[in-house]
């Protein structure tokens, strides 16, 4: 049975960092695509950062270009994201996913909340 499970986030004021965590079992990291949505209440919800298979490229959405890394640690099936500089704008629910064109995963989203 393919699991990812979500650990990290909370409050945190502007400009602060926090960091998210993905631990996958039941699957080969090296089989999928990796990457981590947010979804901000009212909002639909948005791809911020993925690599492709064997980690081959990396997207990152403008809005969190050179805030935010994604480091998996393949070895260990764990993902994490590092957010930098985070704003209120960041606040949203953030999910880790794994895709490939016949399946895609979720975890089970964690909160983060950016405010004063």
């Known amino acids: 049975e393919v699991q990812l499970v979500q650990s990290g986030g909370g409050l945190v004021q502007p400009g602060g960092s926090l960091r998210l965590s993905c631990v996958g079992s039941?699957?080969?990291?090296?089989?999928?695509?990796v990457g981590w949505f947010r979804q901000a209440p009212g909002k639909a919800r948005e791809g911020i950062a993925c690599?492709?298979?064997?980690?081959?490229?990396?997207y990152y959405r403008d809005s969190v270009k050179g805030r935010f890394t994604l480091d998996p640690y393949r070895s260990t099936n764990t993902v994490w994201m590092h957010m930098n500089s985070l704003q209120p704008e960041d606040t949203a629910a953030y999910y880790c996913n794994i895709y490939r064109p016949t399946e895609a995963f979720w975890g089970q989203g964690t909160q983060v909340t950016v405010s004063a």
């Open positions: 039941g699957f080969n990291f090296d089989d999928y695509a």
């Open positions: 690599l492709g298979t064997g980690g081959a490229t990396a």
